[in-house]
């Protein structure tokens, strides 16, 4: 068994989606299991319009809602005319976008917008992707089955960001998965999307899809899992930033997961840690040239001082100083406690005798954090931060890498500097307006020129 999912690139438009067929055709002796995300840009267009209808823009809203109402019935048809798929799937996507103009003209008259909502809005890319990926497997001869991702991935009530339950997942996929899987049928199912346990909708939060796939494949033991997108695999760098990035065939999980929380695209942070648990490898493929070497990542893979350079911009860095931190037991635990309390991950750690260096992505909280943190001493905030980080599993072996990642900076400032416990990443604070040439400049000392 293996798990398939397909970006929103991926299934894009019936041209796509037909490719999608032809890769999963291929497979079919690995018995796969198909997620696939919302048609390419319709999760935007989803919140939009939720936001639109709450700001009282009623009919900017239900304008998005018939573009999207017509995009999916103009793919559709594409697809399946003349079929008797056809008639059924337009009256499905007709009734799910006439749901949502009653939706947008209840946030009108509410004027606000709940996280619950939110979620109930954005679900339907994925739900309606789903049947219209099925039913193409199916115009093609192939057993392609709907799969409703709410009855399959059980999370809990935090809502536009759910926490998957695990052990609920694996018994949902017993029930609902394994069995048309037996039957040798295709089972095809929205990532992103889960419900509570009193089926509630929900989301995982963006980019959820692969971390979707991740949980099935964890939850049937597939023997792989596979990321359809858009791209040949993982790269030495954002091939935006950097051009002739190189492509990595092979990396390890730890490798993979710094790259991906660290700004690589490509995949979601959250994607490998339901493989690394049950040891399944995760393959990245580009949909477009299926044929491609592409990336696995895996246990094992060739140790080298530097894998790959990756970069975020738009980070947020908060400095605390506090005389009473000095030898004060439980002090830091104190000043995390904060971060916990109001539901924030911090990204980079840096600490001295006297003060605590972070840097967060979430800035929601920032306001009430600020304040509280006050309570321990003085605190600073740079808005206007960027992190670029040198990932490699032999990075600490010596340090020589270490020390040509700082000689390859030049000039530019480094605010913070940060060598993983597992010294695989070494990560750096610098300006924001910076990322884009400190990556430039990497990725020239340790892969050869950027241009």
Request: glycine content about 8%; aromatic content about 4%.
């Given at each position: 068994?293996?798990v398939?999912?397909?970006?929103?690139?991926?299934?894009?438009?019936?041209a796509?989606?037909?490719?999608?067929v032809?890769?999963v055709t291929?497979?079919?002796?690995?018995?796969?299991?198909?997620?696939?995300?919302?048609?390419g840009?319709a999760t935007?267009?989803l919140l939009?319009?939720?936001?639109?209808?709450a700001d009282?823009?009623l009919?900017a809203?239900?304008?998005?809602i018939?573009?999207?109402?017509?995009?999916?019935?103009h793919?559709?048809q594409a697809?399946?005319?003349?079929?008797?798929?056809?008639?059924?799937?337009?009256l499905e996507?007709g009734?799910a976008?006439?749901e949502?103009?009653?939706l947008?003209?209840?946030?009108?008259?509410?004027?606000?917008?709940?996280?619950r909502?939110?979620?109930a809005v954005?679900?339907?890319g994925?739900?309606?992707?789903?049947?219209?990926v099925a039913a193409?497997?199916?115009?093609r001869?192939?057993?392609?089955?709907?799969?409703?991702?709410?009855d399959?991935?059980?999370?809990?009530?935090?809502?536009?960001r759910?926490?998957p339950?695990t052990?609920?997942?694996?018994?949902?996929?017993?029930e609902?998965?394994?069995?048309?899987l037996?039957?040798?049928?295709?089972?095809?199912?929205?990532?992103f999307?889960?419900?509570t346990?009193?089926?509630v909708?929900t989301t995982?939060?963006r980019?959820?899809s692969d971390?979707?796939?991740?949980?099935?494949g964890?939850?049937?033991d597939?023997a792989?899992?596979e990321?359809?997108t858009?791209?040949d695999?993982?790269?030495t760098?954002d091939?935006?930033?950097i051009?002739?990035?190189?492509?990595?065939e092979?990396?390890?999980?730890?490798?993979?997961a710094?790259l991906?929380?660290?700004?690589?695209?490509?995949?979601?942070?959250a994607?490998?840690?339901?493989?690394?648990?049950?040891?399944?490898?995760?393959?990245?493929?580009n949909s477009?040239?299926?044929?491609?070497?592409g990336t696995?990542?895996a246990?094992?893979?060739?140790?080298r001082?530097?894998r790959a350079i990756a970069?975020?911009?738009?980070?947020?860095?908060?400095k605390?100083?506090?005389?009473?931190?000095?030898?004060a037991?439980?002090?830091?635990r104190?000043?995390?406690?904060?971060?916990?309390?109001?539901?924030?991950?911090?990204?980079?750690?840096t600490?001295s005798?006297?003060?605590?260096?972070?840097?967060?992505?979430?800035?929601?909280?920032?306001?009430?954090?600020?304040?509280?943190l006050?309570?321990?001493g003085?605190v600073?905030?740079?808005?206007r931060?960027?992190?670029?980080?040198v990932?490699?599993?032999?990075i600490?072996?010596?340090?020589?890498?270490l020390?040509?990642a700082?000689?390859?900076?030049?000039?530019?400032?480094v605010?913070?500097?940060?060598?993983?416990?597992?010294g695989?990443?070494?990560?750096?604070?610098?300006?924001?307006?910076?990322?884009?040439?400190?990556?430039q400049?990497l990725?020239t000392a340790?892969?050869?020129a950027?241009?």
């Amino acid at each position: 068994m293996i798990v398939c999912k397909f970006g929103g690139t991926s299934v894009g438009d019936a041209a796509a989606i037909t490719r999608v067929v032809d890769i999963v055709t291929a497979k079919l002796d690995q018995q796969p299991v198909v997620v696939v995300s919302a048609l390419g840009g319709a999760t935007n267009q989803l919140l939009d319009l939720a936001h639109k209808a709450a700001d009282g823009e009623l009919l900017a809203a239900l304008d998005i809602i018939a573009q999207l109402r017509d995009r999916h019935l103009h793919e559709a048809q594409a697809l399946l005319a003349g079929t008797s798929d056809a008639e059924a799937l337009a009256l499905e996507i007709g009734s799910a976008f006439e749901e949502l103009a009653h939706l947008a003209e209840a946030f009108r008259t509410l004027g606000y917008l709940t996280p619950r909502s939110l979620d109930a809005v954005a679900a339907v890319g994925e739900l309606l992707s789903s049947q219209i990926v099925a039913a193409a497997f199916r115009q093609r001869g192939l057993p392609g089955v709907y799969v409703d991702a709410r009855d399959v991935v059980r999370t809990n009530d935090l809502f536009t960001r759910a926490e998957p339950d695990t052990e609920a997942i694996a018994r949902a996929c017993r029930e609902h998965i394994v069995p048309l899987l037996q039957q040798r049928r295709i089972p095809v199912l929205g990532g992103f999307v889960g419900s509570t346990a009193g089926r509630v909708t929900t989301t995982l939060g963006r980019g959820g899809s692969d971390y979707s796939a991740s949980l099935i494949g964890a939850a049937i033991d597939a023997a792989g899992i596979e990321i359809w997108t858009d791209v040949d695999g993982m790269l030495t760098a954002d091939p935006r930033v950097i051009p002739s990035a190189r492509l990595i065939e092979r990396i390890s999980f730890d490798e993979a997961a710094e790259l991906a929380a660290f700004g690589a695209k490509v995949l979601h942070p959250a994607t490998i840690a339901p493989a690394v648990q049950r040891g399944i490898p995760v393959y990245v493929f580009n949909s477009r040239k299926p044929h491609g070497t592409g990336t696995m990542i895996a246990f094992d893979a060739p140790r080298r001082p530097v894998r790959a350079i990756a970069g975020k911009r738009g980070t947020t860095m908060i400095k605390l100083r506090s005389s009473r931190m000095l030898l004060a037991p439980g002090f830091l635990r104190r000043v995390f406690e904060v971060f916990e309390t109001h539901r924030t991950s911090v990204d980079v750690v840096t600490t001295s005798e006297v003060s605590v260096s972070v840097t967060l992505d979430d800035t929601h909280h920032l306001g009430a954090i600020l304040q509280d943190l006050a309570a321990f001493g003085d605190v600073s905030v740079e808005r206007r931060s960027g992190v670029v980080a040198v990932v490699g599993a032999g990075i600490a072996d010596g340090s020589a890498a270490l020390a040509q990642a700082l000689a390859a900076l030049g000039p530019i400032p480094v605010h913070m500097a940060s060598l993983s416990a597992t010294g695989i990443n070494f990560t750096l604070v610098i300006d924001d307006e910076q990322v884009v040439p400190a990556m430039q400049r990497l990725h020239t000392a340790f892969f050869g020129a950027s241009a």
